[in-house]
């Protein structure tokens, strides 16, 4: 019987010497094993050094299924302000499906960031970039070559499932039905239901969306249209919290009632949170049955503070109206 090598794991930088002269060219070779690793589908080869307008040069440039591209930045060490944002200004002026950034080491700022913008791409797939955050070492067997192992650390939410939904649907909605079967627990399915039918009435709805699937539960309030996003429910147990929205991030006027720190406190403690989230999500299968009770109570008193607010925004604008016209 042979014996089996042993398993020696290096830095970037003891497997190939130059990050630009020697890593950025391998990646761009292996761009199929990236895609693999974050669960997208790219071509085998993407280009290298792509001149920007701004006279800066992106890592990769890759293909995707459909034609959508892929920038990818690739750095030695810790990511730094530099390769994150010259990949996310490219990314978003060519209007790519996502970003890619592979380092070593991902500082929580950097993973701060990350999970802030592919919230907004949640909530605005139209307009929003993707964003994978990869960490890279070189490993090998013994004396063989040595091979990158790419392992996500921060990944948009059911990015792959919303793909394969939108090629197959073509539709940024998904039927109710549709959303129910992409549940893998029963009991979860369950609790998300009885959720649903308990929060429909005269001032809250819901709607489902395809990319990510989510069901996404909102209010009368101070937000466009007269309605709030109040949180949004995925398949998977995460359940996202729009605290960024109560402070009026998207609407411009701030819910007094859910910018308080005690508040904050009672919905870090309810969903695991650290207090220095904006657009939050919880860790996957966070939403069971045994949570559906408190759920139900922050849901109502988002939507309660909601209807305050609104009904005080339209106090106001009664009042405006009131005033041009006896001051024409």
Avoid at 21 to 26: C, I
Avoid at 57 to 81: K, T
Avoid at 224 to 253: C, D, E, L, R
Avoid at 296 to 318: G, I, Q, R, T, W
Wanted: hydrophobic fraction near 40%; proline fraction near 4%.
């Amino acid at each position: 019987m042979s014996e089996m090598g042993q398993l020696v794991f290096g830095t970037l930088k003891d497997a190939w010497k130059g990050e630009a002269s020697d890593f950025t060219p391998l990646l761009a070779t292996q761009v199929d094993s990236i895609g693999r690793a974050i669960g997208v589908e790219l071509a085998s080869v993407g280009s290298v050094e792509v001149a920007t307008d701004g006279g800066r040069r992106i890592d990769i440039v890759a293909d995707g299924v459909g034609g959508a591209i892929f920038v990818i930045e690739n750095q030695y060490g810790a990511l730094n302000h530099d390769h994150l944002t010259r990949g996310l200004a490219y990314a978003v002026a060519s209007h790519a499906r996502g970003l890619i950034v592979i380092a070593e080491h991902h500082r929580d700022e950097f993973r701060a960031v990350a999970d802030y913008l592919n919230q907004l791409r949640d909530d605005d797939p139209e307009r929003g970039v993707a964003v994978w955050l990869v960490e890279a070492k070189a490993v090998r067997i013994g004396d063989s070559a040595w091979a990158p192992l790419f392992e996500p650390v921060i990944s948009p939410n059911a990015f792959t499932a919303a793909v394969e939904l939108e090629q197959a649907t073509g539709r940024r909605r998904l039927a109710r039905e549709d959303f129910d079967l992409l549940f893998d627990s029963k009991e979860r399915l369950e609790a998300s239901s009885e959720l649903l039918e308990w929060w429909k009435g005269p001032s809250r709805s819901y709607r489902i969306m395809a990319r990510p699937p989510q069901a996404v539960l909102t209010a009368h309030g101070p937000g466009v249209g007269g309605w709030s996003t109040v949180i949004g429910i995925y398949p998977n147990g995460q359940v996202a919290v729009p605290f960024g929205s109560y402070k009026g991030q998207n609407s411009g006027i701030p819910v007094d009632a859910l910018a308080t720190t005690e508040f904050r406190s009672n919905a870090d403690e309810l969903f695991g949170f650290n207090g220095a989230e904006v657009q939050a999500k919880t860790v996957q299968g966070w939403f069971t049955p045994e949570k559906l009770d408190g759920l139900k109570v922050f849901c109502n008193k988002v939507a309660d503070a909601y209807l305050e607010a609104k009904a005080e925004m339209d106090s106001y604008s009664e009042e405006w109206e009131a005033y041009k016209a006896n001051n024409p």
